[in-house]
C-alpha cells in the first residue's frame, strides 16, 4: 500500500526523471527533491531512493550523465523505455499498436511533440497524469510486468535508474522490488556477462514477417502485455 492516493504530479516527477538528462534538468535538482519529499504517494523508502537518484544527477557531469542514459536505455531491449518494444519487438504490430495509442492520447486532448513516440515511457506518464486517479493507477497496472522487467535489469547493473522505475512498482499494485543497496551508474553501461545477453536476445527475438499474403492487422484495443521468452 502507498501513502496516498497518486496525484498529476506524481507522475509527471517520474516522467521527468527519465528523460533524458540535459541542462534544464540538472538546474531544477532542487526543485525537484522538495517535490520528492513532499510527495505522500510515495512510500518513505521510495522517496530514499529518489532522493539517492536526485544525488547522482547533482553529482555527476552532464555528458556523463547522457553517455550512461544513452548506454542503458538505446543499446538493448531488456532496459528499453519504449513499452512496446517489449509487447511487439520489431514486429510489424508495434506500428498498430503505436498509432492506436496516438489516437488514445488524442481523444483525451493530448498531442504529441514532433519527434515523440507515443510508447516512450515518460510520454505515457504524462498521459496518466490527465486522467481521472482510478483510471491512471488502472492503466499503470496493466505495465506492471514491463515495469518489473525493466527494474530487475536495470537492478542487475546497478543502476539509480532502478530507484526511479521501482517507484513506480506500489503505484501500479505490485510490491517493492529487490533494489541496489549502492548503484554504480558510471558501470551500468558496460558489456555483461555474454550469456545472459544472448539469452535475452532469444527471449526478444522476432518472429520472420511473412509480406506475401500477409493481411493487414486488425485494429485491436492498446495492450501492454510483454511478449513470453520462448521455453
Known sequence: MFAARPQPMTYR?????????DATLIEAVHELRAIVRSERAFGTEAREKLERFLDYLGSRDLLALQENYVALFDRGRATSLHLFEH????????GQAMIDLVQTYEKHGMLLQPGQLPDYLPVFLEYLSI?????ARALLGETVAILQSITEELSRRNSHYAYVIG???????AGGADLPDAAHDDDAGKPHDKEHLRALDAAWADEPVQFMGAERPAIAPVEFHPRRAPR
Request: negative net charge; proline residues 7%; aromatic residues 4%.
Open 167 to 173: 517507484a513506480l512498482l506500489p503505484l501500479a499494485g
Open 13 to 21: 516527477l517520474v516522467a521527468s526523471l527519465l528523460e533524458y538528462p
Open 131 to 135: 486522467l481521472e486517479a482510478n483510471d
Open 87 to 94: 509487447v511487439h519487438g520489431e514486429s510489424r504490430d508495434r
